[in-house]
Structure formats: C-alpha cells, structure tokens
C-alpha cells in the first residue's frame, strides 16, 4: 500500500511567495494547504493535522510568532519552518524559543527549503520508529552532577524535580551523554538530532538549542558545569560522573 503523501501546512500572506512555494511543493508530491492569515492557520492545523509547517513571521494581524505559540499550546506537535526577513535575528531567535525547528531567510531557494522539509520529515519518522520499537539499548537511568534522565521514558530531574524539555533539548542531550568525554561537533548535532546532510548550513541553530538547553539545567549559563563549549570544535559533556 502506498503511503500517504505528507501535508504541508503553508502560511504566507505574500501571494506570489505563497503561490510559489504551493506549486513546488505540490511538484513534489506534497499534498498542501495554505492560507494568507495567521488566524485561519490555527484552525486550518487543527482540522488538517499537517505533517510540517512553513510559516512566515510578517503576517497582518496574528504574526507567526502567535501563531507558532498558538500552535505548541493547542498541543500541535509538526515540525515548524519559519520564514523571516533578512536581519531578523531577534525574530529568529523568539521564533526557535516560541518552539518552531528551523527558519530560513528570505529571498530563500526553493530547493533548500524543500531539502529541509524533507529532512525533518525524515527525522520525524525516525523518532516515530524508534517510539513503536521496543527498547533494545535500555541507557537507563543518568546521573549527570544535578541532573537525571531516563532516555527510555524521556524524562529529565533537575534536583529531583521534574523538568521538561523539548525533544530537540532532549536528543542532544542524549547525543552528548552517549558520547561522554568525546567532543561532539555541531555538524554531527545537526545531522542527528535535525536531519540534516546538508554540511554548508548555518550552525547557529545549534547553539540557540543548546542555549536553552543549559537555561534549564545549568546553575550559571556564563559558566556552564554540564554541557561545556570547545571553542570552533562542539561541545562536550565531559564526565563520568
Ligand atoms: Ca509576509
């Protein structure tokens, strides 16, 4: 049986824009729905259950960073790619910690932006897999100084107190414990925890994660204790503990 094309979600207020995007990815086999307006967006995810969000940032009305929250509150779980504008650095920042994946620049390739839907579609069915499959490499319980995580139940202790993070925060967490003592680089991040192949793709995406990564566990982020930073090479938890 043929499995259904995955829906896109698109959201951009710029017709020409809108309509591009629409037919490129409709070109590639997505089945798409789209809107010019953040309001409609909400419910349009609601009713559809897109696999993957394109969303733009400079819509009238609801802006895509509402719609973004709005989303993750209603408890839609699609992967969001936003759209900004050139030098909207702090709207690409407010965007990854409103909880969208990706962003990407305007004017954008077409072809980038598909190459990134793909892979995090691909990511997305990597985790589903992994979620179905029975645990074969039971890591168990970690003890990291402060912090415990079970990487089976996916749950995260920040001096035995419950603390959540997002599955991105999660992954690389994970990444980094089963690498312990080993610099891993923002490359090898990218590609595992965000799908990537691409290797000439900015890396800051990275280090906006692991920001907010170590807002949550760590007592100082000037001086982090857990996650630390090797200058130009990665980052490494260094361990054991
Ligand atoms: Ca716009």
């Avoid at 074969?136 to 959540?164: M, S």
Wanted: contains cysteine.
């Amino acid at each position: 049986m043929k499995s259904p094309s995955p829906k896109i979600l698109v959201v951009e207020d710029e017709p020409k824009i809108l309509t591009g995007i629409v037919d490129a990815l409709e070109l590639q086999g997505f089945e798409v729905v789209s809107t010019t307006r953040g309001d409609e967006a909400l419910t349009l995810a609601l009713i559809q259950n897109p696999d993957l969000v394109v969303l733009d940032i400079m819509l009238p009305k609801l802006s895509g960073l509402d719609v973004c929250q709005n989303l993750r509150k209603s408890g839609v779980k699609a992967p969001i790619i936003f759209l900004t504008a050139k030098g909207g650095e702090s709207d690409r920042v407010a965007g990854l910690e409103l909880g969208a994946d990706d962003y990407m620049t305007k004017p954008f390739s077409i072809k980038e932006l598909i190459a990134r839907i793909n892979a995090h579609l691909r990511r997305r069915n990597i985790d589903a897999l992994e979620a179905m499959a029975p645990a074969t490499t039971n890591t168990g319980l970690q003890k990291i100084k402060f912090l415990t995580v079970d990487f089976d139940a996916r749950a995260c202790w920040l001096h035995d107190e419950p603390l959540h993070l997002s599955e991105k925060e999660f992954s690389i967490l994970k990444i980094l414990v089963e690498n312990l003592g080993k610099v891993v680089s923002r490359y090898t991040l990218l590609k595992e925890v965000w799908g990537y192949t691409n290797l000439d793709l900015e890396t800051r995406t990275v280090d906006v994660t692991i920001g907010k990564l170590r807002q949550k566990i760590e007592k100082d982020v000037t001086n982090p204790e857990i996650i630390k930073t090797k200058r130009g090479s990665g980052y490494i938890i260094e361990g054991p503990y």
